[in-house]
């Protein structure tokens, strides 16, 4: 038991709230992170099977307010041509591993994983990309759909896949919020058909809606003050 929705709020409860208000503000300032850093911080206070239904609404709701406002900025062809049918195809695998069970490896995998990536890019300066790198950008592309269907964190994938494209910071943010706005759809389709989502974790979803729009507001203040080279390095970072 972790409380019921219309008793005191719990002090394990205030400390996700102020989870989700820096998620929100990383992800509208650079374009993703929302699950990733609520996963990472919340994971100390709820087990990942509980933290999940509580996160993944909030975090489309978010996604598709950042989609509606800047929604000139997607990159369309972009989007529909490649972004969405290659992540799609790995969630698609995500799916069907879920019967499975998660392998106690995946998360800690996922870890070192983001940590190379970043490594990578930074050395790069998120810019040139070397030879053959279409085909690691596809296959990121398909790991990012797969780890957002099992973990509901595959951003750093998908952003380390978009990089070479080249997008300004206002594309890519826009191209991304698209892209999660999509996955999250599906993902909030799937916790509700198995129960995981329900009125009581929706209730307190609900409640983490005002954190997330301090986090948002915060998070497009930052935004509107990055240059390309110091958002480069803070999507990596």
């Known amino acids: 038991g972790y409380g019921g929705a219309g008793g005191p709020i719990e002090p394990w409860f205030l400390a996700l709230g102020a989870?989700?208000?820096v998620a929100m503000a990383?992800?509208?300032?650079?374009?993703?992170?929302?699950?990733?850093?609520?996963?990472t911080f919340g994971a100390y206070l709820l087990p990942l099977d509980a933290l999940l239904p509580l996160i993944v609404p909030v975090s489309l709701l978010q996604s598709s307010t950042i989609l509606a406002r800047h929604r000139a900025a997607v990159r369309r062809r972009l989007l529909f041509v490649c972004v969405l049918p290659l992540v799609g195809a790995g969630v698609a695998v995500s799916l069907a591993l879920v019967g499975t069970g998660q392998?106690?490896?995946l998360r800690p995998a996922l870890?070192?994983?983001v940590l190379g990536l970043a490594a990578l890019s930074l050395a790069e300066d998120g810019r040139d990309a070397p030879p053959g790198s279409s085909w690691a950008s596809a296959a990121a592309l398909v790991a990012g759909g797969v780890v957002q269907g099992l973990l509901a964190t595959?951003?750093?994938l998908v952003v380390w896949g978009l990089a070479r494209e080249r997008l300004d910071r206002h594309a890519l943010r826009a191209t991304l919020a698209a892209v999660w706005s999509a996955m999250n759809v599906l993902l909030v389709g799937a916790m509700i058909a198995d129960g995981r989502i329900d009125g009581a974790s929706a209730a307190r979803?609900?409640?983490?809606v005002v954190p997330a729009a301090v986090g948002l507001v915060l998070g497009e203040a930052v935004h509107g003050r990055l240059d390309e080279a110091t958002f480069r390095r803070a999507v990596w970072g």
Do not use: K, N
Not at 29 to 35: D, E, W
């Open 19 to 21: 989870v989700v208000g």
């Open 26 to 39: 990383v992800q509208t300032a650079v374009g993703f992170g929302a699950i990733l850093v609520s996963v």
């Open 103 to 105: 392998a106690p490896w």
């Open 111 to 113: 870890g070192v994983l």
């Open 154 to 156: 595959g951003g750093p």
């Open 205 to 208: 979803s609900a409640m983490l």
